[in-house]
């Protein structure tokens, strides 16, 4: 069955610093990966995705994120953490049965604290 | 402009009534989806429509029954509400369903049944 996993909960970071959020995943086939972010009462915003070529995808706000087949991860990363990026982040991936079904993670908090 | 919408931002309404939530996108896309996030965040795809077509039904009890009178609308009504369906549903819209389209999601709807 196809699965994300997100391992942390939550990720306290000060503000200035790198931040990294982790996202493992297992699918059949060639994965397409996601990230979005939801902030409090909001919907959910996409922020980046891989589809193909380069393991480093670069997205909205300063967000990247790196593709590691091997170790079947997509972990969401930025150099420099704001007070703003304080927020719940999502990884998916798309169901391989082709109807566009994203399989989401159970999302891992971000704290950026000043 | 709102790229996708939801009516009604919070609804609080009495176990055994019926309700609807509606969804409309102004991004000409295609394909839209409902999805389900529990009290634990927890997202989980409920249904969703490619040009009027039905191309997603998970595994969600009969009292859900969407309905899409085009493509840039879809609606979602429920039957005999049951405090187990307490939860924020959003929307989402897609360029289409069969390639790596990201999905743009609403702001939510909080259902809330007492």
């Known amino acids: 069955a196809q699965s994300v996993a997100q391992p942390e909960d939550q990720v306290n970071v000060a503000e200035g610093n790198p931040l990294t959020v982790k996202c493992t995943y297992s699918v059949s086939g060639n994965p397409y990966l996601f990230w979005y972010v939801q902030y409090p009462n909001r919907g959910l915003q996409f922020l980046l995705k891989?589809?193909?070529?380069?393991?480093l995808v670069k997205g909205s706000y300063g967000f990247e994120a790196e593709f590691n087949k091997s170790q079947t991860s997509f972990h969401l990363k930025k150099p420099s953490a704001l007070v703003s990026d304080s927020a719940l982040y999502f990884c998916?991936?798309?169901?391989?049965?082709?109807?566009?079904?994203?399989?989401f993670g159970q999302g891992t908090t971000l704290q950026v604290k000043p | 402009d709102t790229a996708v919408s939801q009516t009604p931002k919070y609804l609080v309404t009495q176990m055994g009534n019926d309700k609807s939530i509606k969804c409309e996108q102004n991004l000409g896309h295609d394909t839209m989806y409902w999805y389900k996030q529990d009290s634990k965040k927890f997202l989980k795809i409920m249904f969703s429509y490619n040009n009027k077509e039905l191309i997603i039904n998970e595994t969600v009890p009969n009292r859900f029954s969407p309905k899409s009178p085009d493509k840039a609308h879809l609606n979602l009504h429920i039957n005999s509400l049951e405090l187990g369906d307490s939860a924020v549903y959003f929307c989402?819209?897609?360029?289409?369903?069969?390639?790596?389209?990201?999905?743009?999601f609403g702001p939510g709807t909080r259902l809330t049944v007492t």
């Open positions: 891989y589809i193909t070529g380069d393991n």
């Open positions: 989402a819209s897609s360029q289409g369903y069969q390639s790596s389209y990201e999905q743009y």
């Open positions: 998916a991936v798309r169901d391989p049965s082709n109807t566009g079904k994203l399989i």
